[in-house]
């Protein structure tokens, strides 16, 4: 593991061994890039924590040579990437112990909030343990001038938490030493005198107490030419007074957190399920043992939710703390927010209203301490980009996460990524036959194939079509293979209750701009069997370069996907059978009739269009 250190002098380590990183530039580089990772760090928020608007003619080559460096030195664990005029830090997995100071702090602000003292006590010390000296040693005094004051307020801030909890416990003995150091490090704290004060007053040092005042009212008044505030001015004389309301009140606190019950939130896996057994299995070896990460992608309708909960339902026994399922509606036009499905986590794990942080940063951090050290399974449904579930993810440990999304994920660091396509022959016959049992009669061998073809043998239309099959006796395969292929509505064949193929297809459809979906409509008019690049710039009449990124957009969603096949130097694409029948049904109603003839005209009399040059 490589563990990175920013609270005290910088330091990088990997596999208990330091790394030389070099001097304060090269440092400050890689402090930059760390508070900000998983996010674009502008070339010139660089040059100003480096030079501070002094910036030699050389700045950009200069960073550029240092990112260079920390990539050598840092290895594959570390990814680091230029991206929109910045850099781009992202390190899964990776061990920072400002995150770490942040997640202990974290609980430890929760707990004294709720009155579990003691373990308010823990989690804080553990946070402020954290500490070697002042944040940032090493880098740039522009750096430090910029990030060191958030650092050091948050620093303090867990220290005043820490002295209330042990104050609430009553271990004002133990603590008044810690507090007259504190004093000296922060003498225009109110909090800190304050607290000082008063444990002195608990250990029958009353003199010494008001002592601290007389000097916190001398140094306001010299120093910044105020008064204390009231709240310490109320103390001061309840000091004086003996106000019994000061005398240490009995403890009274939950010791510890109620261990919740782990959570079970699977949702029931499908009984039927049918075929991808070598998918399963692999599923199965990358998740069992804990630590894994797997994300299964593919277009609408393949039955990634089943796959999903059928491989959890038979591995959940391995996961003795529990198993969270969180739908990220991804797929909608209203996917979940990564804090607001935080917030939903952090509940199934005992973290109530009142405890919960207010950002997802430190929603995150909270989310992973909790979870280190306990094996979890994680099911995270319907995903809608890389984006939304880098925020959710443990970070480490004994827990795994099993992911399904329209979307390839491919960005996503260190995931097993399997991809369903439609069942195959076999598959869906088996799926037909156990859900609208065996056909008979007109129902030949061969016509239930056509239909299967008709389906493109996707999962969740053959489940439609089993079911219209097994409630109408007197309904044939061939009648069905006509409603599909010659019916004006072919989609209202394939929705049956809340199953809807085409309503499927059209969410995906419905997240591309304007300008792909006519694409993606022209293509399904002009293109069959496999296409390239140049068959579909052709047809759209548009810049190679455009139509590749078109492409690989289509592909991200599932609409389109490599076949395997090349022509040439060109990959061959295809595209589902109803996708296209979709995409074609939008077509003849969204098109003009003389823009599909030109699209048409284009395709079919250009001489080259399909034999793209090698």
């Avoid at 009212?217 to 309301?245: F, V, Y």
């Avoid at 075929?275 to 630590?291: E, W």
């Amino acid at each position: 593991m490589i563990r990175f250190q920013l609270l005290g002098p910088i330091e990088v380590t990997r596999g208990g061994e330091r790394l030389a990183l070099g001097g304060s530039k090269i440092q400050t580089v890689l402090a930059t890039l760390l508070l900000s990772r998983d996010q674009v760090v502008s070339d010139s928020t660089v040059s100003e924590m480096l030079w501070r608007g002094k910036l030699p003619s050389t700045s950009n080559a200069q960073i550029q040579t240092y990112v260079s460096r920390l990539r050598n030195q840092l290895g594959p664990q570390v990814e680091l990437v230029r991206q929109r005029g910045g850099y781009l830090l992202r390190a899964p997995g990776a061990w920072v112990d400002l995150d770490e100071f942040q997640a202990h702090a974290a609980t430890g602000h929760a707990a004294l909030a709720a009155g579990r003292y003691a373990e308010a006590v823990t989690s804080l010390r553990s946070a402020l343990a954290l500490w070697r000296g002042h944040a940032l040693v090493g880098a740039t005094e522009y750096l430090a001038a910029i990030e060191q004051p958030g650092l050091d307020e948050a620093r303090l801030t867990a220290g005043e938490a820490l002295m209330t909890a042990e104050l609430a416990r009553g271990n004002h003995h133990r603590v008044v030493s810690e507090l007259a150091a504190m004093v000296n490090q922060h003498p225009f704290s109110e909090r800190v005198r304050g607290l000082s004060m008063l444990a002195l007053y608990r250990c029958g040092r009353q003199a010494e107490a008001l002592s601290t005042y007389d000097a916190c009212r001398r140094h306001l008044a010299e120093e910044l030419g105020i008064d204390p505030g009231e709240e310490l001015k109320e103390l001061h004389q309840a000091i004086l007074e003996q106000d019994a309301d000061l005398t240490a009140p009995p403890v009274v606190e939950v010791v510890t957190r109620p261990t919740p019950t782990a959570p079970a939130q699977l949702p029931p896996a499908p009984t039927d399920f049918t075929g991808r057994t070598a998918l399963a299995d692999r599923l199965d070896a990358v998740l069992r043992a804990g630590g894994g990460t797997a994300a299964v992608v593919g277009l609408a309708g393949t039955g990634k939710t089943a796959l999903a909960l059928h491989v959890a339902d038979r591995i959940r026994d391995e996961f003795p703390d529990g198993q969270l399922y969180l739908d990220l509606a991804g797929s909608t036009a209203d996917p979940m927010e990564p804090s607001t499905a935080l917030a939903e986590l952090l509940h199934s794990l005992g973290v109530t209203e009142a405890e919960l942080p207010a950002g997802p940063s430190e929603r995150t951090q909270l989310f992973r301490h909790l979870v280190s050290g306990r094996r979890l399974l994680v099911v995270l449904d319907d995903v809608a980009d890389e984006h939304q579930v880098r925020w959710l993810l443990p970070g480490g440990g004994k827990s795994s996460v099993l992911l399904t999304s329209r979307a390839r994920l491919a960005a996503l660091e260190g995931a097993n990524h399997l991809r369903l396509n439609g069942f195959s022959t076999a598959e869906a016959m088996r799926l037909l036959d156990s859900l609208a049992g065996p056909r008979h009669g007109s129902d030949s061998p061969a016509a239930v194939r056509r239909l299967l073809a008709a389906t493109g043998r996707l999962p969740l239309a053959i489940r439609v079509v089993a079911a219209r099959l097994a409630a109408n006796p007197d309904l044939t395969v061939t009648q069905v293979i006509g409603r599909l292929t010659y019916g004006m509505q072919p989609f209202d064949q394939l929705r049956l209750g809340d199953l809807d193929v085409g309503a499927r297809i059209e969410a995906s459809y419905d997240q591309l701009p304007l300008a792909r979906r006519r694409a993606l409509r022209l293509m399904a008019l002009g293109l069959t069997g496999e296409f390239s690049v140049w068959h579909t710039a052709v047809l759209l009449d548009a810049p190679l370069a455009q139509v590749h990124d078109l492409l690989n957009a289509l592909a991200d969603r599932g609409l389109a996907e490599v076949s395997g096949s090349r022509v040439g130097q060109l990959d061959l694409y295809t595209m589902h059978p109803l996708v296209r029948a979709y995409a074609r049904e939008r077509a003849l109603t969204e098109e003009a009739p003389h823009e599909r003839g030109a699209a048409l005209e284009r395709i079919h009399h250009n001489p080259h269009a399909w034999q793209p040059a090698a």
